[in-house]
């Protein structure tokens, strides 16, 4: 089938299998940004943001989000000259990442949260990345960049996209 | 091409098609046609239907289109829960006027963060998993579900209705489900090795009398659980309730609904006290609660698990009981 998707802001016309997963239809069409992993739902690497929200890629049929706006990594700092956004600058001093292969999601997942409670509590953060399985940094680290990142968007003063109304 | 209310997307033949509702209207057709509703997909991504390219329906239709799934409405003491609302907009909407809600506890807690994003309320009742969070609550709140078939009938069940008889769901769209919407005296607990687990079983816990909503989905008369619930055995109807012998009455008494047992579930009517409640392991035919064996943890650990947790959630709601009276 082919249909159309709004992908970091831009509009991609794909055509893809009517059973094929929102992981399969990204990757395949050049976001090797997301990550696959266990494509059951339970690790959490393949999280995007659909219309904002944290979902996991390889549970969502494409067919059911055609015209939807999704959000990888890429899609945080395209349109910035710095090259990383404040979450991400704030997971890697903070020591947030070790091997990296969850972090693009997490950090998603981190932004998605801040962008509608800026000061979240530690129980707040950890119910926001429950689906995200870490197997190097041992989640201390990760609750350090959240409040990191919460911290540098704070004083950066710094609006999310969706709120830019992107 | 196969036909499509959205002139956008292009099925070809031979592919799985999608169908996409804009209106209520468009359902019955679709569903007498073999199209399966498709909620948040979590499960239908699964199926053989997805995965093994075999042509079972015709394929699925989406119901996000749908506003009337989306609808959330507050009246007369009772929640209206579309269906195609996610565990976290379900969460979201109650919270603004109860935060503990036992929907509240269970919903927020359920699976995880990007799932609870994505699994509606509809799917999960259509397919109530062993390990669901939604479907204990439910019980115990009594709701009502309200269904659309294919000749564009609509009708009305009660929760336990359409567990125990699947044929009243067959091929009917859920529309809604009613619950109380005051329901925060309550308690809820999933057994999970980590936040995020499939549990192993859940208790919820309300007072008697919380389930009995002064109208039913479609505006019948709701039978009140107070009244039903002298000695339910949802799944072994045999075996008597928790504790002393239940008069009927339900003051001062609670509902029990333990899902994840042999049956899947289990609701219990508990005369007033925890101490009620069965201490030895002996005396486990009396709760009726058993559970089959899972990987590494027998039924019988997970049975005495389940009463340790019942008796938990029992004596915490006595005791706000007991400083509700105080004051
Ligand atoms: C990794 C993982 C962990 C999970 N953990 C939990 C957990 O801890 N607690 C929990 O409660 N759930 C959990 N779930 C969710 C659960 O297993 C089901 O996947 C979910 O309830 C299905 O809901 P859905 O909206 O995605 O349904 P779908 O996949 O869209 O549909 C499922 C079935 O329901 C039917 N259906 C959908 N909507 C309707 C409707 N309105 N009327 C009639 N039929 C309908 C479909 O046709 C299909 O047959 C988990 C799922 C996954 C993948
Ligand atoms: S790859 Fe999607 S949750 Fe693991
Ligand atoms: S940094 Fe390696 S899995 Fe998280």
Redesign the interface.
């Known amino acids: ?4 998707f709004i992908i970091n802001g831009r509009r991609e016309s794909l055509e893809f ?3 094929a ?1 929102l992981l399969e239809v990204l990757r395949n069409s050049g976001h090797r940004e997301v990550k696959s992993g266990c494509e ?3 690790c ?1 690497v393949c ?1 995007v943001l ?1 219309d904002g ?4 890629s ?4 494409a ?2 989000v ?2 939807r706006e999704v959000t990888t990594i890429r899609g945080l700092t395209e349109d910035d000259d710095t090259g990383l956004s404040p979450v991400q600058e704030a997971f890697a001093e903070a020591g947030g990442i070790q091997c990296g292969f969850c972090t693009p999601a997490k950090v998603l ?1 981190t932004y998605s949260l801040l962008s509608r409670n800026p000061q979240p509590s530690d129980e707040d953060i ?8 870490c197997r190097c940094t041992g989640y201390v680290k990760i609750l350090d960049s959240v409040k990191l990142a919460a911290e540098k968007l704070k004083a950066s003063g710094k609006e999310s996209r969706k709120e830019r109304g992107k | 091409m196969n036909k499509s209310t959205d002139p956008e997307i292009h099925i070809e033949r031979g592919e799985l098609s999608w169908r996409y509702p804009q209106k209520l209207s468009e359902v019955p057709e679709l569903l007498s046609e073999g199209y399966i509703p498709h909620g948040g997909g979590t499960t239908l991504v699964k199926t053989p239907l997805v995965k093994s390219k075999v042509k079972r329906g015709r394929g699925f239709f989406d119901l996000s289109r749908l506003k009337e799934l989306k609808a959330f409405s507050l009246s007369g003491g009772t929640c209206t829960i579309g269906a195609g609302l996610t565990y976290a907009e379900v969460v979201t909407n109650i919270s603004t006027f109860d935060i503990n809600h036992i929907l509240v506890k269970a919903l927020s807690r359920a699976a995880s963060n990007a799932l609870r994003n994505r699994i509606t309320i509809g799917g999960s009742i259509a397919t109530f998993p062993v390990w669901s969070d939604l479907a204990g609550p439910l019980i115990a709140l009594n709701s009502r579900l309200k269904l659309l078939d294919s000749s564009g009938k609509e009708s009305t069940c009660g929760i336990e209705e359409y567990f125990k008889d699947r044929s009243i769901g067959r091929n009917k769209l859920i529309l809604y489900a009613e619950v109380p919407a005051s329901a925060s005296v309550s308690y809820y607990y999933r057994e999970v090795r980590t936040r995020f687990d499939y549990p192993l079983f859940t208790v919820s816990i309300l007072p008697s009398g919380t389930g009995g909503m002064a109208k039913a989905a479609g505006g019948a008369e709701a039978t009140g659980i107070a009244k039903a619930a002298g000695s339910v055995g949802a799944t072994a109807a045999t075996s008597g309730p928790v504790g002393s012998e239940s008069t009927g009455d339900s003051a001062g008494s609670y509902i029990v609904v333990v899902t994840g047992t042999r049956g899947k579930y289990r609701k219990l009517q508990v005369a007033s006290s925890a101490s009620n409640l069965p201490k030895q392991p002996d005396e486990t035919e009396k709760t009726g609660l058993q559970f089959p064996d899972r990987q590494g943890m027998s039924g019988e650990y997970l049975e005495h698990v389940a009463r340790v947790q019942i008796r938990r959630g029992l004596e915490m709601l006595e005791k706000a009981a007991g400083q509700g009276r105080s004051k």
Not at chain 1, 1 to 4: I, L, Q, T
Not at chain 1, 53 to 56: A, H, R, T
Not at chain 1, 58 to 61: A, D, N, Q, S
Not at chain 1, 126 to 133: K, V
């Open positions: 089938m082919k249909a159309d299998d009517s059973r997963t059951n739902g339970e959490g999280t659909l929200i944290p979902v996991n390889c549970m969502v049929l067919a059911s055609i015209g997942v950890m119910n926001a990345l429950d689906g995200n399985i």
